[in-house]
């Protein structure tokens, strides 16, 4: 199969992703435009709700299995756009439209890498593509739903923008709500109980809160308290003042671990974790996926954003091309040389990790 048609098709297709909308819990349409692709290349697949999945002409039961994953659902186009957000459009080398950079782009590099490699033999691992849906509301008829329906994944590539860097390593997530109590009064009379001024004194300990372990590849668990909430009318003291906190986890401490310590010292009355799902993710430094890559001139880091890596329990690693600081924005777009070289680039680490 040429590489040269491969990479003009996968453009193509990610003008139709683009014209398609597909936020998340409505990608039927997207998911049928992957498996029109899959028809027309004669790979069999499989659809489960709108995630779409394939794997390698010479899978073997025996052999370790690598997934190749990345989404396509979207967010909806912020107030911000000057273009048509579901108008696929090629000016001075970039591709505009909604979901063009996160993640089309890795969406259709990572599917034709894999249809170019389908029918390779004597590769160390199967390999796996999923299109997965939901991914940008964790959603649990995403990759969560499917992967009880595939095989067993043994090591993952998810493609999210990263200019065809390693992202060795991912922060988790943990949201939780916390209440400060006090004791509701009218505001005319005497209260030293005031939960709203009590909670000063807690704004002030989430500030200066730090954790131990620091990550080489991650840095600090990163605790931030993201909203407040009190009161209902302008002469009445609340009894309660709710806080929610943003705690992005490093791959020094589980979700259940920083859950404990919170509950355990933070100068609070109720604090609850919303989720324990969104781990941390990592890939050894010497898996041979990195060290290919390394090889390849690609460099290595760790990424606060979070991904479906977070669904996953064997190593992964994220990569793909396009840039992270241009997902979400308005006028969102990719380079068109971008997907062309990140091609290239997945089927040379694959070539030189899996044979």
Known sequence: ??????????????????????????????????????????????????????????????????????????????????????????????????????????????????????????????????????????????????????????????????????????????????????TPSHAAHPNTDNSIYKTAKVLEWFENFKLEKVSKNLGEVKVTVTQISAGSQHNVVPAKTHLVIDVRVNDKYSNKEIEQILKDKAPVDEINARSLRLNSSSIPLDHELVKAGINLGMETYGSPTLSDQAMLSCPSLKLGPGDSTRSHSADEFIYVKEIEEGIEKYIKLLEKALK
């Open 1 to 182: 199969m040429q590489l040269e048609q491969l990479q003009q098709e996968a453009i193509e297709l990610l003008k139709n992703l683009i014209s398609t909308q597909s936020f998340s819990g409505e990608e039927d349409k997207t998911a049928a435009l992957l498996e029109n692709w899959f028809k027309r290349y004669k790979i069999p697949h499989k659809r489960f709700l709108n995630n779409v999945w394939a794997v390698n002409k010479h899978f073997e039961k025996d052999k370790p299995t690598l997934l190749l994953n990345s989404h396509h659902d979207t967010v909806k186009p912020n107030s911000a756009y000057t273009r048509d957000p579901f108008k696929a459009e090629i000016e001075n080398g970039k591709l505009y439209g909604l979901g063009s950079n996160d993640a089309g782009g890795c969406l259709v590099s990572l599917l034709a890498t894999f249809t170019f490699l389908y029918s390779e033999e004597n590769l160390s691992h199967n390999i796996l593509f999923a299109g997965t849906a939901e991914e940008e509301i964790n959603g649990k008829n995403g990759i969560a739903a499917l992967l009880p329906e595939i095989p067993k994944i043994d090591v993952a590539i998810v493609g999210e923008p990263t200019l065809m860097n390693l992202a060795v390593a991912e922060k988790g997530l943990v949201v939780f709500d916390a209440v400060v109590q006090g």
